[in-house]
């Protein structure tokens, strides 16, 4: 059938849509106006991460100073609630030095001093010292895990450090393919831990003796380090943006690594790296 086959009445004009990058209204960043308008495109600011400065920074122990005042540190922070385990906790720790540990410390910016620290002590090389204690139920047994140990802040440092710390902690053991940790806390710290995803390792509050802790009854705590993000995401505590969703320079776990891809390949400044 061909147009001349229609009547002139059924001939109507049918509206088109309009075509991509042409409007019949001017627009904000368009070229001229009528149909054949041509918008253009509508310069945006370029997008870089906000960053959240701190107070202090959050770096690894890696030599023999930085410990003996983080020993120092954990003294005077344990001499304030356990007088008579000040001298234990804040004395040489073979723990300290042994494969598969690592030690966190915030450092004040204004003055320098040591202000929170934070062990972590994964079980590749060696059972956890909670294991001394205690019995992993079986579900954990063979699974990569770590313990956090000697979690102490300077008194009276009202900064968020020991959010800081936990921070380091959580962002270490995803890098380190670390599929949980396993905390025994005492009161003072109960809560920090259960707002943060910790749940009662055993599920009835039991309060275990713990050798490396003095002997002291502790509950044990235990965090899934995949699912702790949407396990404390559905609660919204106070503490999930700063852990879980903000980023803070001042916490450097991998400082060198960050070096690194801030240099890109061109390799610049990557020679004085540290180890």
């Known amino acids: 059938m061909y147009r001349e086959d229609f009547s002139p009445a059924t001939l109507l004009p049918v509206s088109r849509a309009p075509e991509l990058g042409r409007s019949t209204t001017p627009l904000p960043g368009a070229s001229g106006t009528g149909p054949d308008a041509v918008i253009t495109a509508i310069p945006r600011p370029a997008s870089t991460a906000v960053g959240f400065g701190l107070p202090f920074k959050v770096k690894l122990v890696c030599d023999e100073l930085q410990l003996l005042r983080v020993q120092a540190l954990r003294q005077l922070a344990y001499g304030r609630h356990l007088p008579e385990q000040a001298a234990a906790f804040g004395s040489a720790d073979a723990q300290d030095r042994t494969p598969g540990t690592v030690i966190f410390y915030a450092e004040d910016k204004a003055t320098g001093s040591i202000v929170g620290s934070a ?76 707002c943060l995803g910790f749940t009662d390792l055993y599920g009835d509050d039991r309060l275990c003796p713990l050798q490396h802790a003095g002997g002291l009854p502790h509950r044990v705590l235990f965090r899934d380090t995949l699912l702790a993000d949407s396990q404390v995401r559905d609660k919204r505590p106070q503490d999930y943006d700063f852990v879980f969703r903000e980023f803070h320079p001042d916490i450097e776990v991998f400082e060198a690594l960050a070096a690194a891809v801030s240099f890109g390949l061109s390799g610049r400044g990557v020679a004085g790296l540290p180890h």
């Open 119 to 194: 062990r972590i002590q994964s079980n590749r090389h060696a059972p956890l010292q909670i294991e001394g204690s205690i019995e992993l139920p079986p579900e954990k047994q063979g699974r990569l895990l770590a313990e956090i140990t000697r979690l102490c802040v300077l008194p009276g440092y009202e900064h968020q450090v020991r959010l800081a710390l936990l921070k380091a902690v959580h962002l270490y053991c995803i890098a380190m393919q670390i599929g949980g940790v396993v905390a025994g806390s005492r009161r003072s710290l109960l809560r920090t831990y259960l």
